[in-house]
């Protein structure tokens, strides 16, 4: 006898307080997000597994009103602590589902359910990583030799060496785009096929861009440099930036009910609602630019128009 399959389920158990809204994720959209709500007097929750992709970047300094920059983990711990002063709470938990009941939703973490009146996602996205150690891709980020970001940071890899490890035209716009900081750019395949057409080629050479065969692989830092083999021998550079796509965070809005593009990008109109009621959406999770400051646009946004969707539910009132 399976004595596993014999044994009955976990009940899950569903808390009867009402929150005013969920938020899923504790990046620079959700915490924003959660200032402004609970700022509206709204009886708000965030649920984060802590791993924002903000968190990864040494120093921003596109960042407005950090003139000398901010690490992104000191960001996202200040804007908490703004969060928290308001009243806001968060756990670090992993959200399982959302699931749409009566005029409001139940949000799974394991065995219990949270109830609430609207639910706010913003779990970004997780990018592509060529295949290393944990503790060496933390230690090259750190260092700034690995770097996610061109928008963010490719001003401080300026006449500096760089590769790109990337393929077909997600890779050739991503080494286009590091040209206008430094000659000295090279695009590296992660596996043997470099996927160009030639219209990539064409604007490739047309840039200078040098092409190196992979596949890559034993990634190290040497020196004050980040290297790794590829078919053409063994390379070093100041900064490397894996342009290999990412992985849109969506799946618990799609399994909802919510609309997607074939990307994972969740559809949003004009004030962050998706296609079902109730729930929203901002952030790199929503197509557009994957930048800070545009999450943190957004997430105001959707803030208003959930407290305003609220009061016109049952008026907020002192």
Known sequence: ?????????????????????????????????????????????????????????PRTNNHAGYPDGIPGRDLLRLMLTQAERFGAVREEAMVTAIEPVGDGFIVRIGDRGVRAR??????????????????????????GL???????????????RVGVIGQGQHGMKEALFLRAYTRDVTLVSPVEDMELDAACEAALDD???????????????????????????RMSFDSVYPAMGSVIRSSLAVAAGARATAEGCLEVDDHQRTSLPGLFAAGDVVKGLDQISHAMGEAGVAATTIRNMLSDQRPIRR
């Open 1 to 57: 006898m399976n004595v596993m399959a014999s044994l009955s389920p976990e009940p899950v158990t569903t808390q009867e307080a009402v929150d005013d809204c969920v938020i899923i994720g504790a990046g620079p959209a959700g915490l924003t997000a959660a200032i402004y709500l609970a700022r509206f007097r709204l009886n708000i929750r965030l649920f984060d597994s802590g791993d924002s992709r903000a968190a990864w970047i």
């Open 118 to 143: 609207s639910v706010l996602l913003a779990t970004g996205v997780v990018n592509n990583r060529p295949e290393m150690d944990v503790d060496l891709h933390s230690r090259a980020l750190a260092a």
């Open 146 to 160: 690995l770097r996610y970001c061109p928008i963010c940071d490719g001003y401080e890899v300026t006449d500096r």
């Open 207 to 233: 840039a200078g861009v040098v092409r190196v065969q992979g596949p890559c692989g034993g990634f190290a830092i040497e020196g004050e440099r980040f290297a790794f083999d590829t078919a053409e021998g």
